[in-house]
């Protein structure tokens, strides 16, 4: 089916030709628009003093779902950070579990209220908590894909993380097992050009960090972190190379931070604004929106009904959340050691 | 002089010497054009510039490592780990490399190197943010590590730590960055390492703290005295070494003790300050000595932190124990 856009250029249809359905790639794009929705609503929900902490994922959606789509939802496992609203939403991760780990309640399924906002986590959902210190998921996820080799189990572990991140030692140990032992690991790095303030220019000599791969002895690829096809290719054509025992592959999916850092940061000391305006303008949500809309399956009718139910999705979830109980300060004691021979 | 919180206490040391010895160098995560994530290097970078006050990528283990080739080679480094329950990425750095390089070279090279960090309680950051890992570090034979309660004290110890020939492990309170100003003289001081501080004299109890410790222990004692108890405190403002003489004077004269540590129980600095008394003072002893400190389970959730840190009211409440004895 090929549409016509505005200027009645003949627009191309990509999904198709990567096996997506017209169905897939508008749920791809519901789930990166509440994403982003989420996220803007624990903006407002911090500065009005309800909830401690936001650390965004704004800019990197595209990105997240992206990945997230091209692998198994019912199989795989992802080790994700703490920008990755998209992908907790897309491996099963709800609405409402996001917003009780942000104000920190007992039901959070994350980690009870314990754990910082945004150290995602879900052993239903095979999302494996991570922790503060970054980059330490990275040999989890190895650790996963080598039981999983053990084990013959058909799973592929997929791990993310910063730029800034990919300089710490634990990328350099996990990537190298990976490689040596060609294991079903995908690294994916979220290069949003900056470490809190600190440029990509001052983190990395080498041109692109997906240059890295080849001392690790696997495919390492670049792609556009704003375009959702394209991180969907290129980590579908891992997924199947993991799959047939082909080893791991580090992809780089170039996007860009469109806030501050964290609800804690100020980023005027480091960036100029105008910076921060061109990269909305590649904004991976809307250009996804213009090109569902120009290939015509975005009709303005399913625009409005999707933000009303995201609307009202969010208003029921921070509703709940807000009235759900906080973790009684006794259970602190919990959890440290195994209980009575339990687990 | 200058009324100053903690943190430009902090930023006036590191500027007297990066002023007065062009060997001091200042580096870490977002420490050049941000000025830190807590501000505590602002300013410095365009000051000094980008050769002596720079930012480093993204890795821990690293910024220490580095931090020992370049005391080698005669540099003053001054590493920033961002927050100290990241140290554990450092740890070989610091503890298997940089405080046994005197011993390993046979006194012929030594690592005047100050790692400084926030670490500490009671601001709502989760775990791994809060943690008070002091014990980990003064475990470790070559390591000195400094503590600092008051902005005053900040300034000179920490001018003191950049001048030692030693590596030390400079930790600042987050809860105290902020929370009150006083004097601190504009020009260059030092207050000596491995001295603590009689706060608060007394005659009925020594309350032996660190680091916020100490303010909710001269809480303590002003609430100890409207009871007619009179409690002396003592900051120790170094934890390794302690200054044992005086702990034991004071000991000699009050007979009673609480140690305070913010830190959870297990194998910590207050259990290590209870043997050493007990060793060379305890016929001075009129009671065991007790400890106040946090429960032993992981830093606590927000929800739970003020039950879980330890308050001027534990402290009132062992203080009357060894009293009651
Ligand atoms: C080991 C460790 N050091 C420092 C920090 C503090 N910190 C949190 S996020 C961050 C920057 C991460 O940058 P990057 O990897 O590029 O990820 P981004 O936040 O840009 O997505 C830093 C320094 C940390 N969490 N862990
Ligand atoms: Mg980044």
């Known amino acids: ?343 | 002089m200058a009324q100053m919180t903690m943190i430009q206490a902090i930023t006036d040391a590191l500027r007297t010497e990066l002023k007065n010895d062009e060997n001091v160098l200042v580096f870490g995560e977002d420490v050049g054009q941000n000025g830190g994530v807590f501000r505590a290097t602002e300013g410095l970078q365009a000051e000094f510039g980008e050769d002596r006050v720079f930012d480093t990528p993204l890795a821990e283990s690293g910024i220490a490592a580095m931090a020992l080739g370049l005391a080698l080679e005669g540099y003053r480094p001054v590493p920033e780990i961002q927050f100290f329950g990241f140290v554990y990425e450092a740890m070989d750095a610091i503890s298997g490399q940089i405080a046994r390089i005197r011993y390993r070279s046979g006194g012929t090279q030594s690592a005047p190197i100050t790692i400084r960090s926030p670490f500490g309680g009671g601001v709502h950051t989760p775990e791994l943010h809060a943690d008070s890992l002091e014990g980990l570090v003064a475990q470790q034979p070559g390591l000195k590590v400094v503590i600092p309660s008051t902005p005053y004290d900040a300034k000179g110890l920490l001018i003191s730590s950049l001048r030692d020939n030693d590596p030390v492990v400079f930790l600042e309170h987050m809860k105290l960055y902020r929370s009150f100003r006083e004097e601190v003289p504009e020009e260059e001081y030092t207050v000596e390492i491995g001295k603590a501080e009689v706060r608060r004299e007394g005659t009925d109890v020594t309350l032996i703290a660190y680091g916020a410790m100490v303010h909710s222990s001269l809480k303590a004692a002003e609430e100890l005295e409207k009871e007619g108890i009179s409690a002396e405190v003592i900051d120790l403002r170094t934890v390794m070494p302690i200054d044992i003489d005086t702990i034991v004077e004071s000991v000699k004269k009050t007979g009673r003790v609480v140690v305070i540590q913010e830190a959870q129980k297990q194998a910590g600095m207050a259990s290590y300050i209870v043997t050493e008394i007990q060793e060379r003072a305890i016929l001075h002893l009129e009671a065991p000595v007790l400890r106040v400190a946090a429960p032993d389970t992981v830093y606590a959730f927000t929800q739970a932190e003020e039950v879980w840190l330890p308050g001027y009211n534990d402290i009132i409440e062992k203080a009357k124990q060894v009293i009651n004895f």
């Open chain 1, 1 to 343: 089916m090929v549409k016509t856009d505005r200027s009645m250029e003949v627009v191309e249809n990509r999904h198709k030709s990567l096996g997506l359905s017209d169905e897939q790639v508008i749920e791809m794009y519901r789930i990166m628009l509440l994403a982003r929705r989420i996220d803007e609503r624990m903006w407002l929900l911090n500065r009005s003093g309800k909830i401690p902490f936001v650390v965004s994922c704004q800019g990197q959606e595209a990105a997240q779902v992206g990945a997230s789509f091209a692998l198994d939802r019912d199989k795989d496992y992802a080790l994700p950070y703490y920008r990755d609203v998209g992908v907790v939403l897309a491996f099963g991760m709800t609405t409402q579990d996001l917003m009780l780990q942000a104000y920190a309640k007992a039901e959070d399924p994350n980690s009870g209220g314990r754990q910082m906002p945004g150290h995602f986590g879900q052993h239903k959902n095979r999302l494996v908590t991570g922790s503060s210190p970054v980059t330490t998921q990275v040999p989890h996820a190895v650790g996963i894909a080598l039981a999983a080799r053990m084990e013959k189990k058909d799973l592929v572990s997929f791990v993310t993380f910063g730029e800034g991140s990919s300089n710490q030692g634990d990328f350099h140990e996990g990537a190298n097992f990976a490689g040596v032992h060609k294991l079903p690991v995908i690294f994916m790095v979220e290069n949003n050009q900056y470490a809190i303030s600190v440029p990509l220019s001052k983190q990395v000599a080498c041109e692109k960090i997906s240059d890295r791969a080849i001392g690790y002895g696997m495919p390492g690829v670049t792609v556009d972190g704003n375009d959702p096809l394209e991180v969907y290719s290129a980590v579908k054509e891992a997924a199947d190379r993991a799959r047939k025992g082909e080893g791991p592959s580090l992809i780089e999916a170039l996007t860009y931070r469109l806030t501050p850092h964290s609800s804690d940061d100020d980023d005027r000391s480091y960036r100029e604004r105008d910076e921060v305006d061109r990269a909305k303008e590649k904004d991976g949500v809307l250009t996804f929106a213009s090109y569902l809309r120009d290939i015509g399956i975005l009709t303005e009718e399913l625009e409005k009904q999707m933000n009303d139910e995201i609307s009202s999705i969010i208003d029921d979830a921070t509703d709940y959340a807000e009235r759900a109980p906080y973790a009684d300060a006794d259970t602190i004691y919990r959890y440290v050691y195994g209980e009575q021979g339990g687990e």
